[in-house]
């Protein structure tokens, strides 16, 4: 099929006409349908996603570490940089409304491409390769899902909504076989990047919710989907996330309701735990994990368990060295740093800058990580202090910031830190993988 044509049949037995572009048509993905299409066509086309140009990303108040300490250790993060800035694009667009927006009706924000665009950045950080995540080849196949339902639309599915929505579920996880991934394999990398996600068929609820979300939006775009519909989403470990007609939604359906900043803020999350530096530890707040390694908590047996922790890390390390890719179970400081990074530029909980600061901490990058604790103090509310009085884990938290705080201000007064001292960290060639 020639690349220049700008209109062509699909398979007779479908009678459907697909919309490609010409390389010189500039289009976004949710541009309506062109108003030329013969009247007589039946309303499934497909528009070809083309990459956006990204604007420059806008200046923010933060000068994160993560790119420049990998850069100072002979590191390229050419790509990495570019996929970040293509995350900013996306999440710009975001309104105070827009964020609050069920993902099944958003229109403003391309979650796919916003997804992808953190799995792009991922892979640049682990992987070193000179060749970029091809970010438009995943969402032409993320497009390639919604077209070939056309293949299966007929009458009997468009009988009832009840029975187009069933059938959508069971061309997505019967037809295509997408699963979700099972309780103990939440943690493997590829259930939490949506490109893993789309190549092997197997992801966490979050992935398939953002999947099957895209899959309506498209058909929304193209005329077949004529009534507002919600994505339930599953809290439990087994259930497959699924769509129902609004209109007979129950109040029981509210909780099960994903937001676009919900799910980007999961999505991210979900990263940062998986690749946590500090994964054995038996508290289940990710700080007090770092503020144990870093002995700002006060445990009896906190020397062991850093003893085990420390041994771990350095066995990872070797793997590396090797050419043998870490364990999920033992982290990854640059993913996790990534995740802090992107999430802080999400203005989330003012928390992951309380996190973020300890990580840098633990690279050796004390001015940085005194100036994130300090912006962290100042960002946390009067009121949000008070309430934490009474919680055991947000005391020793608070506790551990304090001690952090005092130590870092310390280490200023014995070092000269004008610069920062990349060498230090652990995220160049002789890192600690974490």
Request: aromatic share 10%; glycine share 4%.
């Amino acid at each position: 099929m020639s690349p220049s044509s700008s209109l062509t049949a699909a398979s007779s037995s479908s009678s459907l006409w697909i919309l490609k572009p010409s390389p010189a048509f500039k289009s976004s993905r949710f541009q309506s349908i062109p108003p030329s299409l013969p009247p007589s066509s039946p309303p499934c086309f497909r528009l070809l996603r083309r990459a956006a140009s990204l604007p420059h990303a806008s200046a923010t108040d933060f000068d994160f570490a993560l790119h420049d300490a990998l850069e100072s250790s002979g590191i390229n993060t050419s790509h990495a940089r570019e996929a970040r800035k293509g995350f900013i694009s996306q999440i710009n667009e975001l309104s105070d409304v827009e964020r609050e927006t069920s993902i099944s009706i958003n229109r403003r924000v391309d979650l796919g491409r916003a997804a992808l665009y953190i799995a792009a950045e991922d892979d640049s950080l682990i992987s070193h390769s000179s060749v970029p995540l091809p970010v438009d080849a995943f969402l032409e196949r993320l497009d390639d899902l919604s077209l070939g339902y056309c293949s299966h639309y007929n009458s009997l599915s468009r009988s009832s909504r009840e029975n187009f929505l069933e059938s959508i579920e069971k061309y997505l996880y019967v037809k295509k076989g997408f699963r979700r991934s099972s309780a103990k394999n939440l943690a493997e990398p590829r259930a939490l990047y949506l490109h893993s996600v789309l190549t092997h068929r197997s992801g966490s609820a979050l992935m398939l919710s953002l999947i099957h979300s895209e899959i309506l939006k498209m058909f929304r775009l193209w005329g077949l989907l004529d009534f507002d519909v919600e994505i339930f989403f599953p809290h439990d470990h087994y259930g497959l996330p699924r769509a129902y007609d609004k209109q007979k939604s129950k109040e029981s359906d509210q909780p099960h309701i994903m937001t676009v900043q919900m799910l980007l803020e999961k999505v991210l999350r979900n990263l940062k735990a998986a690749f946590w530096p500090f994964q054995h530890d038996h508290v289940d707040s990710l700080f007090l994990r770092a503020a144990h390694a870093a002995n700002c908590v006060d445990d009896p047996n906190g020397s062991q368990e850093s003893a085990y922790q420390l041994a771990s890390a350095k066995a990872a390390q070797h793997r590396l060295e090797r050419g043998v890719w870490t364990s999920v179970r033992f982290g990854d400081m640059r993913r996790a740093l990534s995740a802090c990074e992107r999430l802080i530029l999400l203005k989330t909980d003012p928390k992951e800058i309380r996190d973020y600061s300890i990580l840098l901490y633990h690279c050796g990058l004390y001015q940085q990580s005194l100036k994130y604790l300090r912006l962290y103090q100042d960002a946390k509310s009067p009121s949000s202090s008070q309430s934490r009085s009474t919680n055991s884990v947000s005391i020793l938290e608070e506790e551990a910031v304090q001690k952090l705080f005092v130590r870092l201000n310390l280490i200023a007064m014995e070092e000269d830190w004008c610069q920062p001292i990349y060498g230090r960290n652990f995220l160049g060639n002789n890192s600690e993988p974490w």
